[in-house]
């Protein structure tokens, strides 16, 4: 596709389940991010990616949350042991490259739900 | 740590009017890169515009500008001649320059309204 693609656009899980949320970004872009925004609130950042590899984890806001792009291409998110703090909208967003004044693209995000 | 302030929780304004949405950022970096991103109902983050810090100029696309103060680490973003189709929230964002790939650091976001 044209642009950066997040599945499930919605989610409902109950307390306490995995989740893994998907983010395919714009093809060729080597620069992905992930953030999380709260209702009423700017996103905050979570984990970026360069290639492969996790180049700022600093994000993460505790060890049930992780995240992978094994290919270089698609990542995924993934909450172990979900609360309810946790329900809020999960951005994915890509890049050309990591620097300065490159456009980041996102998608729409999937709206996680903890009950 | 950078942080970026948005003071306006919710503006509005008449269609055809002009308004002004308000940045402001704190950092100890010299070089860095400012956005101003929209972000409708549907919820994807669109870029409105863009500026470089060393740059004096201030950006203009289309009806969008900027007036950015670097002394006093202001950012704000003008809308001219307003549309409906304006509506949205507006989130200010703050980037350092490196190699690295330095996160986006977002403000609280200033929701618009554009009225008939």
């Known amino acids: 596709g044209a642009g950066v693609s997040q599945t499930p656009s919605n989610k409902v899980t109950e307390k306490g389940k995995y989740v893994e949320l998907r983010c395919d970004p714009i093809?060729?872009?080597?620069?992905l991010y992930w953030y999380r925004q709260s209702l009423g609130q700017g996103p905050e950042f979570l984990i970026y990616?360069?290639?492969?590899?996790?180049?700022?984890d600093s994000g993460l806001p505790n060890d049930r949350f992780f995240a992978v792009r094994p290919e270089g291409s698609v990542s995924t998110l993934k909450i172990q042991r979900t609360e309810r703090g946790d329900s809020a909208v999960y951005l994915c967003a890509s890049s050309l490259g990591p620097t300065g004044l490159t456009e980041a693209f996102f998608g729409q995000g999937t709206r996680l739900t903890v009950v | 740590a950078q942080t970026v302030t948005q003071s306006q929780p919710e503006m509005s304004v008449q269609e055809a009017e002009t308004v002004t949405l308000s940045c402001t950022y704190d950092t100890s970096e010299n070089n860095y890169y400012l956005f101003w991103y929209k972000q409708p109902p549907s919820r994807q983050m669109i870029l409105v515009i863009r500026?470089?810090?060393?740059?004096?100029q201030n950006a203009t696309e289309n009806r969008f500008s900027v007036n950015f103060q670097k002394a006093a680490k202001s950012f704000s973003l003008k809308i001219s001649d307003s549309q409906l189709g304006d509506t949205a929230m507006y989130f200010c964002a703050f980037r350092v320059s490196d190699n690295y790939g330095q996160n986006f650091v977002f403000g609280p976001g200033t929701r618009l309204s554009v009225l008939p």
């Open positions: 500026q470089e810090a060393y740059k004096q």
């Open positions: 990616f360069q290639g492969t590899g996790a180049a700022d």
């Open positions: 093809s060729g872009h080597t620069a």
